[in-house]
């Protein structure tokens, strides 16, 4: 971690430069943030912070930042952009302090590289800008490291006191990374510091923080043992499992969702290029840095997911982990200022801007994304069965995203599963929209096909469908070998069935 490079570049000149990439960040992460709808995850965030504060550290996750939205909206408004503003602001704080750590262990050349780097990842910008903890994550957790940097070196009380807030608030944002982040720093310590009254200092700073934590210890425990509990996903256990999330991982890390792992005229030579960065690093970083920032903090996610939280979807590991991107970058950076041969160094540069503009401009245009639930028109969708519903139609969908987006649209009754047979029965019933999406999970894909199945019992016909975010033939074929179950030709239905006495067909 500490080490120093020497630099060309005079300090006024990199002053301008941090700013100017502070700048680019700044627009990346708050332009067009209403272009993509909600998707599930943001939607259960509105659900949150729309209902009383005692409900806060439901769903498997501590409150801190569920308050912040709940304080952000009530200024910003409850939208998209009202809420993923909070995140974006977040990450703006992340990308600075990610720039005032790096230059104070290694240099503001590599600190300015690294801070453009990571503002240009189609991954950072993808996740720092949804309505989620993810970005606040990502900046107490680079703030941790970066009052631990000082507790280090100047060993004095503003920077302990600095320490123990950012940390135990981290806790109060999210488990996982709040424990990497202090198992991180413990195992530094223990390797670094021999000094016996430090240590004395250092033990007291984390026992304020578990005392700061203490009064939700009981909380998270529930929380944790109830995830346990949860239905497995598929590859959720297995050698195979952690073979396919770490390359999750490290290609989420390399090329975000927005490159299709086979457009192989961008990933081959990315792969490459990354590689040879990543190897030239290591002499300069040390093994023990290695280990802390990358090896430590992906192998805690793989295990973890694999055993104690295997309802966790493969899709979800990657951001999970996005509080370790600055620091992934920073290695990355040191790799191409030390490369010796002045071209190389310059190609490998030139090839990463190039690899993170064009997965940018897929996120910006909404194409080729891994993960199709990101993209889901819910507006269109609730806009299309607007203009071809009538009075009396019901709906039965699962979907919070659906309910969210047509809560003030659609002046339809919605069934749930529970109460589908009565709302059927009802004479006043003559048509059901049904709206269901492929989450990417066998006992869902299979509950959504079985209720289609029934629906035959109860005197309805499928009378129009029309069907949403195509997914390729490549995508689809290479899914069905790896989960081996059927997967959507599209990711959203929309069916309208009628009674018998109803029935006509339309199209769409």
């Not at 190389?344 to 064009?358: A, D, P, T």
Request: glycine share 6%; proline share 3%; net charge positive.
């Amino acid at each position: 971690m500490e080490c120093k490079y020497g630099a060309g570049i005079p300090g006024k000149v990199k002053r301008y430069i941090s700013w100017g990439i502070l700048l680019i960040a700044f627009l990346l992460l708050f332009i067009r943030l209403s272009f993509l709808c909600f998707w599930g995850d943001e939607a259960g965030v509105v659900e949150v912070i729309t209902r009383k504060i005692k409900h806060f550290y439901e769903g498997g996750h501590p409150c801190l930042y569920y308050i912040f939205a709940y304080l952000w909206t009530k200024i910003f408004g409850i939208s998209e952009s009202g809420l993923r503003s909070f995140s974006s602001l977040c990450a703006i704080g992340t990308v600075f302090v990610s720039y005032k750590l790096i230059s104070k262990v290694t240099d503001k050349k590599t600190a300015c590289l690294s801070i453009l780097l990571l503002s240009l990842s189609p991954f950072f910008i993808l996740f720092s800008r949804m309505g989620r903890y993810y970005s606040l994550t990502g900046l107490l957790s680079i703030s941790s490291l970066y009052f631990f940097q000082n507790f280090l070196e100047k060993d004095d009380i503003k920077s302990k006191i600095f320490y123990t807030l950012v940390t135990a608030a981290l806790f109060y944002t999210e488990y996982f990374a709040g424990a990497t982040i202090v198992i991180i720093e413990n195992l530094y310590v223990l390797f670094r510091k021999r000094n016996l009254l430090f240590l004395k200092k250092w033990f007291l700073s984390q026992l304020v923080i578990l005392l700061a934590f203490s009064p939700f210890i009981g909380i998270s425990v529930s929380q944790v043992t109830a995830c346990y509990k949860d239905i497995p996903v598929e590859l959720s256990t297995g050698l195979k499992s952690m073979v396919v999330k770490l390359f999750c991982i490290l290609y989420d890390f390399c090329f975000g969702e927005t490159i299709l792992p086979l457009e192989l005229w961008v990933v081959i030579p990315g792969v490459l290029v990354y590689l040879i960065c990543f190897i030239n690093s290591i002499k300069r970083v040390g093994f023990l840095s290695i280990f802390l920032i990358l090896v430590l903090p992906v192998s805690m996610a793989v295990f973890l997911t694999s055993g104690y939280t295997p309802a966790v979807p493969i899709a979800h590991i990657a951001r999970i982990l996005l509080f370790i991107v600055p620091l992934c970058y920073a290695i990355i950076s040191i790799g191409i200022l030390n490369l010796k041969n002045r071209v190389l160094r310059m190609g490998c540069f030139i090839i990463i801007v190039l690899i993170s503009c064009y997965g940018l401009r897929n996120y910006f245009t909404k194409s080729h994304f891994i993960n199709p639930h990101y993209v889901i028109p819910w507006k269109e969708i609730v806009q299309d069965i607007k203009e071809k519903a009538l009075p009396g139609d019901r709906i039965l969908t699962p979907d919070m995203c659906f309910e969210y987006y047509s809560k003030n649209l659609l002046d339809l009754t919605v069934l749930s599963f529970y109460s589908i047979k009565s709302g059927i029965e009802d004479s006043a019933c003559s048509r059901i929209w049904l709206v269901v999406r492929d989450r990417g999970q066998r006992n869902v894909v299979e509950r959504d096909n079985a209720l289609m199945d029934s629906l035959d019992k109860y005197g309805l016909k499928e009378i129009m469908q029309k069907k949403y975010v195509k997914l390729s033939p490549l995508d689809i074929y290479f899914k069905e070998k790896l989960l081996k179950r059927e997967v959507w030709d599209y990711n959203v239905k929309v069916f309208l069935y009628a009674k018998d006495s109803a029935g006509y067909r339309l199209s769409l």
